[in-house]
């Protein structure tokens, strides 16, 4: 697409940059993007060394104070050009969000979707009443109380879903008054950073208030050992997220983190196996299973479990397996062969303790099928493990409480998803998960903008983003007071 003359996003002005008050070259050098569907290198770009990040903490300090200072009717401008610019360019940003991440093109209007809405629920945010009026101390006294922006907030993030996820955390911090340093991966830096970048841009966002820091470890480390970041959010594995706020955590800085999942979805005996088993699927296979929130155990009762394992087997091998970008292709490969290996290894190890492949199992490179697996056991790392492959391992049980037992067996805590005939029945069963999300008869993969996205247990550390959760998490109190008569 070509806006007043100029190709969008433009490669020419990024290709090889780093996103610092403006595009410019970095001291950490090149990257390379390749297209894990065909292998083929899709673009170049910057590395940001602990120097670069220095460089832009300093530089996102200085202009967190003006962007603090603006109306929030001024900030909300900028994020409504940020919305019209996504909507104007979205064919675009699906198609970088297809050839990087290898999702289907549906994943990628679900990322643009939702992040349109993370958005347009930042927008009502921004205007929120933020403040009381205590009872002053001395008579004739003003003592205020009010949220004011953390200052600059540093946000690293995985491959998953990286354009949402950016968007997810830039939309509430920007709206709120903070300046940000994000890292994407290394293996989505374009979608999950130039292009935020460069709607941004478009839309008037004051030079240094954003920063795009693309790199690996390193880069994530001196983000999150910055003096000038003041708050780290942090989106990946639990090892990663431990290092992170291990770090961060020398600075006495605000960490949030959204780590990973083991999530059941519950059937109980009067559901509606074929809705179940749908919801199973989509949980299980969507996205190759690479989703925090995919379910990594199917728990059925006994009496459904042959059923609902039929119909499962029949939405895997219904499935097809092929580059994201081509016409009917429903499953594409996995993100890299790290991930294809672990996988692999997962499924293998399992299958040779005693557990059945009932479809699936065999990767070619790195497509890897959607998978089910039977006869899977506690010790098995299928059951103890998160997957973040599409294999769904089916556990079967006998009364409610072993299949609580079995959701929570388990130090994640993310999300579940329950069904039953009984809405109250299964509500009586969501109670008694200790996952920070549940959902009724539905998917376990669900987020929405006003609602607090996050986890218990090693899922997180209590933070939440979402809804007016964002709020607490991208502000902090201010205490003001005047005196009365002297
Ligand atoms: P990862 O933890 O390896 O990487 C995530 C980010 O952290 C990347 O930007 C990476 O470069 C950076 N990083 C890695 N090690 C680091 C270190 N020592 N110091 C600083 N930065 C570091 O994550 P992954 O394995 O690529 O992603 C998958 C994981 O993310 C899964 O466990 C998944 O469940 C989790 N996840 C959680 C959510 C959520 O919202 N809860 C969403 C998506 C993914």
């Not at 460089?55 to 200085?62: K, L, S, T, V, Y």
């Not at 959204?258 to 999530?263: A, D, M, R, T, V």
């Not at 059941?264 to 925090?292: H, K, N, P, R």
């Amino acid at each position: 697409m070509t806006v007043n003359g100029e190709s969008w996003p433009n490669q020419a002005r990024w290709t090889g940059k780093i996103y610092s008050a403006g595009w410019r070259e970095s001291e950490g050098g090149t990257s390379q993007v390749t297209e894990p569907a065909t292998g083929h290198a899709l673009a170049e770009v910057g590395v940001a060394s602990p120097v670069d990040v220095a460089r832009a903490g300093a530089r996102a300090a200085q202009a967190a104070g003006d962007w603090a200072a603006q109306a929030p009717s001024d900030r909300v401008e900028v994020l409504l050009r940020t919305s019209a610019a996504l909507r104007a360019h979205s064919d675009t940003i699906r198609d970088w969000i297809v050839r990087e991440s290898a999702g289907v093109p549906a994943k990628g209007d679900y990322e643009i979707n939702a992040g349109l809405a993370q958005l347009t629920h930042a927008v009502g945010l921004a205007s929120l009443p933020r403040g009381e009026v205590l009872a002053a101390q001395a008579a004739g006294g003003v003592s205020l109380t009010w949220r004011v922006p953390i200052g600059v907030v540093g946000v690293i993030n995985p491959w998953n879903a990286p354009f949402l996820f950016a968007l997810r955390v830039l939309a509430p911090a920007l709206a709120l008054g903070n300046a940000v340093l994000l890292k994407p991966d290394p293996l989505t830096p374009v979608s999950g950073g130039v292009l935020v970048a460069r709607l941004f841009e478009d839309a008037g966002l004051p030079e240094g208030v954003l920063h795009v820091l693309p790199g690996g470890a390193r880069t994530g480390q001196a983000v999150a050992a910055d003096p000038h970041v003041a708050m780290v959010s942090f989106t990946g594995s639990s090892e990663a997220g431990r290092e992170v706020a291990r770090v961060a955590s020398q600075g006495l800085k605000r960490i949030s983190l959204e780590l990973g999942g083991k999530n059941s979805i519950i059937v109980l005996d009067d559901a509606d196996i074929e809705a179940a088993a749908l919801a199973g699927a989509v949980s299980t296979f969507g996205y190759q299973g690479q989703a925090c929130v995919a379910a990594g155990r199917h728990v059925v009762h006994a009496d459904l479990v042959e059923a609902y394992t039929d119909a499962l087997v029949r939405h895997a091998q219904t499935m097809r397996m092929g580059d994201p970008r081509a016409e009917g292709v429903t499953i594409g490969p996995v993100i890299s062969e790290r991930q294809a290996a672990r996988i692999e290894h997962i499924v293998d190890e399992s299958v040779a303790d005693g557990a059945r492949v009932l479809t699936g199992g065999r990767r070619d490179g790195l497509f890897y099928p959607p998978t089910v697996l039977d006869h899977v056991d506690r010790a098995m790392p299928a059951y103890t493990k998160e997957i973040f492959g599409p294999v769904a391992p089916v556990l079967p049980f006998h009364g409610e409480t072993e299949a609580i037992e079995i959701a929570n067996d388990t130090e994640y805590g993310l999300t579940a998803a329950v069904h039953s005939g009984s809405v109250p029945r299964a509500t009586a069963v969501a109670e008694r998960l200790h996952t920070g999300m549940v959902h009724i008869n539905d998917v376990s993969a669900k987020d929405a903008a006003n609602a607090p996205f996050g986890g218990m247990g090693t899922s997180g550390n209590g933070s939440r983003i979402g809804g007016t959760a964002s709020l607490e998490q991208f502000t902090q109190w201010r205490w003001m007071t005047a005196p009365g008569q002297m």
